[in-house]
T-cell receptor, first 113, second 116 residues
Framework: AQSVSQHNHHVILSEAASLELGCNYS??????LFWYVQYPGQHLQLLLK??????LVKGIKGFEAEFIKSKFSFNLRKPSVQWSDTAEYFC???????????FGSGTRLQVQP | DVKVTQSSRYLVKRTGEKVFLECVQD?????MFWYRQDPGLGLRLIYF???????EKGDIPEGYSVSREKKERFSLILESASTNQTSMYLC???????????????FGEGSRLTVL
């Protein structure tokens, strides 16, 4: 079945550590890719998105993601995390021609001061 | 500012009750969606609507129905609530046309339903 996989379910880091969260998808055609973030008690909001062009995408709050087509991956990175980055992060995929996004299972990031 | 409002933040219902979850958006979006969010499972699509009175099943439609009588309002209905429907329900919307290719969703704050 077509799916989106986030292999890291819970990540604990200290402030200033580097972050990389994995996301792989199994759709074969053209896709749009997204990372959403949900801070404690808040609604989901868009972190960054990829449609085409430069596979390295920069988002808000210093986050970036790299689309590697050959690996069907869209990993999220941040060079130095802050305590305020504590949140749950969701990768999502929208295949061309579909109206809805398919989400991964999420990664809970806990940043310790 | 983009606004998706879910009328009930917390609900507690009994098994067998009929439950209505309401969602209103003020952005004139054509597409509206209902997802449920469960720990370890992420967000799963229940139903979506791409126009008034139009709807399509998502990945987990069993036990749910929807209603879209007006463009701004999309309701999720649990005809006979069961304990396995205890979850966080998220409503989202997005524009059609050029923006549908972006797929960017705007989410409400969620409705946490507990079925006893």
């Amino acid at each position: 079945a077509q799916s989106v996989s986030q292999h890291n379910h819970h990540v604990i880091l200290s402030e200033a550590a580097s972050l990389e969260l994995g996301c792989n998808y199994s759709y074969g055609g053209t896709v749009n890719l997204f990372w959403y973030v949900q801070y404690p008690g808040q609604h989901l909001q868009l972190l960054l998105k990829y449609f085409s062009g430069d596979p390295l995408v920069k988002g808000i709050k210093g986050f970036e993601a790299e689309f590697i087509k050959s690996k069907f991956s869209f990993n999220l990175r941040k060079p130095s995390v802050q305590w305020s980055d504590t949140a749950e992060y969701f990768c999502a995929v929208k295949p061309t021609g579909r109206r809805a996004l398919t989400f991964g299972s999420g990664t809970r990031l806990q940043v310790q001061p | 500012d983009v606004k998706v409002t879910q009328s009930s933040r917390y609900l507690v219902k009994r098994t067998g009750e009929k439950v209505f979850l309401e969602c209103v958006q003020d952005m004139d979006h054509e597409n509206m969606f209902w997802y449920r969010q469960d720990p370890g499972l992420g967000l799963r699509l229940i139903y979506f609507s791409y126009d008034v009175k139009m709807k399509e099943k998502g990945d987990i439609p069993e036990g749910y129905s929807v209603s879209r009588e007006k463009k701004e309002r999309f309701s999720l209905i649990l005809e006979s609530a069961s304990t396995n429907q205890t979850s966080m329900y998220l409503c989202a919307s997005t524009l059609s046309g050029a923006q549908v290719n972006t797929g960017e969703l705007f989410f409400g704050e969620g409705s946490r339903l507990t079925v006893l």
